[in-house]
């Protein structure tokens, strides 16, 4: 979809600019981060406005079932008749009115009016006013699902998220876990980062963000992980081009400490890209050994190529290729193999508020067998008396546990191997001490505050062939 209109005004305010963004988003069917990142880009909002601007965006795309379900109940027509441009005035009216209470009710209303003048006809503008100020009004009676009659239906409207996902984890999990998945879902991820000890420590990382302005607090599970406050350019830092740390979710450094690589040996990180789990085995490796970082897309291995050179690191060798594809020649070879494997995603909801309206159940069962493909080849490059760690970004356990259960049955050579001493971190529920003991621990938002996310460490026989 070409964005032809314009407003009249030199710059943009954050509400219209979240506009833009949305209708694209709609239309073209463009991904939220980058349609944002590409319009502040092209566009000088003040600070205030672009922090606005960001808010709804993500808050729009991420509520969308509880917006349009809120809409449909004070409409007299479908809203998918209205044009986008009122479509998503009216969504970011109701947005504000729900969920942004810092703004008050007249103003969400006035604002989304101004914006119908300049994206429609005296008649949207007669319906935007006249619909935001029965729902400002109305806010408080409405009739929401029953969560006892329906609760499938309540919590993808309360919570904002797809019925068959909803169906899922209610499934699995009942009701009051599901509920707190999707509570968790809803609440915008925090910043961490890993600090690079091959060039300072923890401590010292500490100090050099603090006089560079930044709040950090220590993590909770990654000895050096370290958490960031509000700090939105965080790649834009000095400490950052010189390479003292890495953005990387704390799930996500969980993995090289299941994989435990020792200097000197060699590892292969079978979908490495973007390389934040390939720079990390690289610390633990102390830059020593040698790492094969493979990719499928070529240009993805630029960015492990990139963060490679910022961090200092040497002992990292691009290769592109299809993991289910590996060269024969590293049959039996590799001390560590890494499968990040390409999964569903749904671990990462919080992070991508976008991507729960991309997914599809079908996808699962299709991600799962190029799952088994990948595990099936790097199988063979693993040495008698290697490792083998999986991981995943999702919570589903065809990807998951599943995954690692068929494998075993179809290579009785791997056995899993406790995790218990390789977790940085106390695992305090029943539940992650036994899987872990079993050789596999899944994170989840609501219960670690981390990426839903899944890992578990395989050993292959020292008498296989």
């Known amino acids: 979809m070409t964005l032809k209109k314009q407003s009249n005004q030199g710059s943009y305010s954050g509400r ?62 479908k809203l998918v008749k209205l044009t986008p441009w009122i479509r998503n005035i009216l969504r970011l009216g109701v947005y504000q009115l729900i969920f942004l209470s810092k703004i008050p009710p007249g103003a969400a209303v006035n604002e989304s009016v101004k914006l119908a003048r300049r994206y429609g006809h005296a008649g949207t503008v007669r319906l935007v006013n006249g619909v935001l100020r029965n729902i400002s009004r109305g806010l408080n009676n ?41 509570q968790a879902n809803n609440q915008a991820a925090g910043i961490s980062i890993r600090c690079n000890t091959l060039r300072l420590s923890p401590a010292e990382l500490t100090q050099v963000l603090q006089q560079e302005g930044v709040k950090v607090e220590a993590s909770n599970l990654i000895p050096e992980g370290l ?9 834009e830092l000095k400490s950052f081009e010189q390479g003292f740390f890495q953005v990387q979710d704390e799930s996500s450094m969980l993995v090289s400490y299941v994989v435990r690589p020792t200097p000197g040996s060699l590892v292969i990180d079978a979908c490495s890209a973007p390389g934040g789990k390939t720079t990390h085995l690289a610390q633990f490796m102390q830059n020593q050994g040698r790492i094969l970082a493979f990719d499928v897309h070529p240009h993805k291995l630029g960015l492990v190529e990139k963060n490679c050179q910022r961090l200092g690191i040497t002992n990292v060798v691009v290769q592109t290729g299809d993991a289910r ?141």
């Open 325 to 465: 594809e590996l060269p024969v020649e590293f049959n039996g070879k590799a001390d560590f193999v890494l499968v990040d494997a390409p999964c569903s995603g749904l671990g990462v909801l919080r992070r991508r508020p976008d991507a729960r309206w991309r997914k599809e159940p079908t996808q699962i069962a299709e991600l799962a067998k190029i799952q088994q493909q990948i595990l099936d080849r790097v199988a063979e490059c693993v040495r008698p008396g290697g490792v083998l760690v999986y991981s995943t970004c999702t919570t589903e356990p065809e990807e998951n546990q599943g995954q690692i259960q068929a494998f075993l049955c179809r290579h009785p050579e791997f056995t899993t191997n406790d995790l218990t001493e390789l977790i940085p971190f106390p695992l305090t529920g029943r539940d992650d001490q036994e899987t872990a003991k079993a050789g596999w621990l899944q994170l989840w938002p609501h219960r670690h505050g981390t990426d839903g996310f899944f890992v578990s460490r395989l050993v292959k026989s020292e008498t296989s062939v």
């Open 16 to 77: 219209e600019g979240a506009l833009h963004v949305l209708v694209r988003v709609e239309g073209d069917k463009a991904y939220a981060n980058l349609a944002l990142d590409q319009f502040l880009r092209c566009h000088a909002l003040e600070r205030l406005e672009r922090h606005l601007m960001t808010e709804l965006v993500y808050g729009v795309v991420r509520s969308l079932n509880t917006l349009d379900w809120v809409l449909e109940q004070f409409l007299r027509q």
């Open 142 to 182: 409405l009739p929401w699902p029953n969560q006892n009659e329906d609760p499938i239906a309540y919590l993808a409207i309360r919570h904002s998220h797809p019925s068959w996902l909803v169906e899922r984890w209610l499934t699995r999990l009942g009701f009051t876990e599901t509920e707190a998945l999707c």
């Open 227 to 235: 958490k960031i406050g509000d700090f939105s350019s965080i790649v």
